[in-house]
Every structure is written in C-alpha cells, then in structure tokens.
C-alpha cells in the first residue's frame, strides 16, 4: 500500500475486511491454537506464540506505517528492545545514546551486560563522539531521537553513515514521535522500535512494543525470538493498536497545535528554566528537527527550583495527570527523577542532566486554553 498517502495507510495496511463475514474491524482471534489442514500442513497459523491473525494484521500495518520489510509486535516496549539485542553475541560492543529511557539503560547494564555484551553510552548529538566510540566489534548503534526527557535529538542519518560505514546496524527508538512525524528508516535506519503503549495505542489502556526491520535477516531474527522466548502481544492488544492507529494522524494533529501553543506559553514563564521543546526556534537544535522531523510532537520537559517545587507544581494540577507515560490522548506530567528514571542512581541521572527539579510533560488532546490554564495555576503555587 506504499502508493497511498499517510492517513490512508493508518486506516487501511492491514485492516482489509474479514474475507469469511465481512467485518470492517479486524477481528480478535482469541484461540491458542489453530487446527491444522494434515501432517505439517496449516491455514497459516498453528498455535498463536508463533503467529495470530490478529497480531498479523497489526504487524502489516506497522511495517506500513514505518516503510520497513517487516513489523513485529511485543508485549512491551522493553520486550522489543530485549528482541532488539537478543542475537548479540558475546563480545559484541553496543553504542547508545547516553539521554535514553533508564528502562533501557536497567535492561542493558544489569541483564544484557551480564552476557559479555559491551554497552558503550554517548553523547550521540555529537557525531565525532559517536564515531569515536565505533569498534570492530561493535554490531550495533541504538539511539532516542528526541531522547526521553531532555528532548536531545541525534541526527540519524549522520549516525547511520557512521555506523554503515564500519559495518554496524542502527536502530531508532521512536516512540516520542511516532511514524506521523519521523521516519527512521527513509533517513537511513536498520531497525525501528517503538512502545506500541504511548502514540500507536493513544489511550493509555495497553502496553506493548514494536520492532520494525529492513532486511529479511531481520524478519527471520525476530520471528525467532518471538516465537523462542515468546514475548508476544496478545490478541486484544493487537486490536487496540490497531484501533488506535486508524485516528493516530488526526490525534498527533492535536497533540502538536496544542504542544506547540503549551511550549509558547513555558517559554515565556519567570518560574520554568531549561525548557526542552525542539519546536521552539530558541532550542539549540531546532533547525535538525526541521530537518529530519515532519513535526515537532507533543512532548517537552523544563525544570522548576527543585524537588520541593516540582511537588508542589504537581499537586496543584487540576487538569494534568501526574502519571508516568505518554501519548494518550489525556495530558500527564511526571517527576523524571522518581518515575522514568526512578531505576538509576543519582550519579547516572546527574550524568545524563536530569535534576531534581525536572517536569516531564505529554500534552493531550484537550482544549489547549485550559491545559494553560491549569499550568499556569500549578506554577502559581510554586
């Protein structure tokens, strides 16, 4: 479906009508297993570890959605990222953004290190440092872009040139985003993953992941640890993402204009320092994200005073949620320090940038005058 435009592609890849009853909606195949046509012969399925209708049709839709050769859907974003890195060998050496989501930074350093596995952070809005860090050895480059909460953005395609170079694959965390607004693989990327939980979703109601490959190696590789250590998203999941991926294009619509507004209004206030929003002209890094972005999203993050301030900022929200994720369609605020990054040291949060005082915000998709006006009474009581 490569031919059709964008928001056809989210109401139509792998959503065509049940060809036994004609249904619109994709169906949930709520069955384990699948009876089987003979010896070693099936309809395409023969027990759902393997494969589900349902979870067939979203991963053609996100394969779709993302230009990549194949989609595979996991029970959680850290499901995929742990498939991401499941056929590393030991020895091998991974480079990663230093500014990434500390659920990552917990896999890496205190499971997939155990196994020999080098993980190397860095600065990967520096490309010398990144070309700095690239080994014989190293098989693979992993990067936010923008990164989660500081909003850093890496240029991918510069990245993926040094790393091509020596022989390295590139994979693309791009949930902050989503496919509406970047498109990791058209800029060079080998592999693209995302938290199905946060944009693709877009109601805050299930939890799940994606791998989006490039090369039939990948296909085969996922599949593999699919179906070995069967880390798959269930049925109903399935067709959660599914639904919400049908109104993605309108939601992001929504949540930009009122990101954007949001981010003016901050930028403006005498009480928010070290606002991160890569739409606002005034971020070091804008002209990238004109760049390499169809958009700018809904998410930003700045910091108040300390932690006595971000309490009291948070408990003085009316409309906001103070709630860990994103990409509902609802407004959520989080302390960064004792949510998203709760599972680091302070040394390692000091290290990546993130203070005390850090407000992490996902702007949803209600009326932008009064998610302004509840902040500015939240920052009223600070």
């Known amino acids: 479906m490569a031919e059709y435009k964008y928001s056809t592609l989210a109401v139509h890849a792998g959503q065509h009508p049940c060809p036994l009853t004609g249904a619109v909606n994709v169906p949930v195949y709520l069955s384990s297993t699948f009876e089987l ?3 070693g012969t099936d309809r395409g399925w023969d027990y759902s570890r393997a494969g589900n209708p349902t979870r067939d049709r979203l991963e053609t839709a996100l394969a779709a959605l993302e230009g990549g050769h194949s989609g595979h859907a996991f029970a959680s974003g850290m499901a995929a990222i742990y498939a991401l890195v499941a056929m590393l060998r030991a020895g091998d050496h991974v480079v990663c953004s230093r500014d990434v989501y500390a659920g990552t930074v917990r896999l890496f350093d205190q499971i997939v290190s155990g196994y020999g596995i080098e993980i190397e952070y860095v600065d990967t809005s520096d490309l010398k440092a990144v070309e700095a860090a690239m080994r014989p050895a190293t098989k693979l480059v992993h990067i936010e872009s923008p990164s989660n909460p500081l909003m850093i953005l890496t240029d991918i395609a510069g990245v993926c040139a040094i790393a091509h170079a020596r022989g390295a694959e590139v994979s693309v965390d791009n949930t902050f985003l989503s496919p ?12 693209v993953m995302h938290s199905t939980t946060k944009y693709l979703n877009g109601h805050s109601d299930g939890i799940g992941g994606a791998l989006i490959g490039t090369k039939p190696e990948h296909k085969e590789r996922f599949l593999l640890v699919q179906k070995a ?17 049908k109104t993605m294009p309108l939601r992001i619509k929504q949540h930009e204009e009122n990101g954007r507004v949001v981010a003016e209004f901050l930028s403006t206030h005498p009480k928010v320092e070290k606002l991160a929003y890569p739409g606002l002209k005034s971020h070091p890094q804008h002209a990238l994200a004109v760049k390499q972005q169809k958009g700018f999203g809904s998410m930003m993050s700045f910091e108040l ?25 609802e407004s959520l605020a989080s302390h960064s320090a004792t949510t998203t990054h709760a599972s680091v040291s302070a040394e ?8 005390e005082g850090r407000i992490r915000l996902s702007i949803g998709i209600e009326d932008k005058e009064d998610l302004i006006a509840d902040l500015d009474g939240a920052l009223g009581k600070v």
Do not use: H, Y
Request: with cysteine; glycine share 16%; hydrophobic share 50%.
């Open 37 to 39: 046509t003979g010896i």
């Open 180 to 191: 509406a607004l970047q498109s990791p693989i058209a800029l060079g990327a080998d592999i």
């Open 229 to 245: 250590a069967g880390s798959i998203l269930s049925p109903f999941e399935c067709f959660l993402v599914l639904r919400g991926i």
């Open 305 to 329: 005073e300390g932690r006595e301030a971000a309490g009291r900022f948070l408990g003085a929200l009316k409309l906001f949620l103070n709630a860990e994720s994103l990409g509902g369609v």
């Open 348 to 355: 390692t949060r000091a290290g990546m940038g993130i203070t």
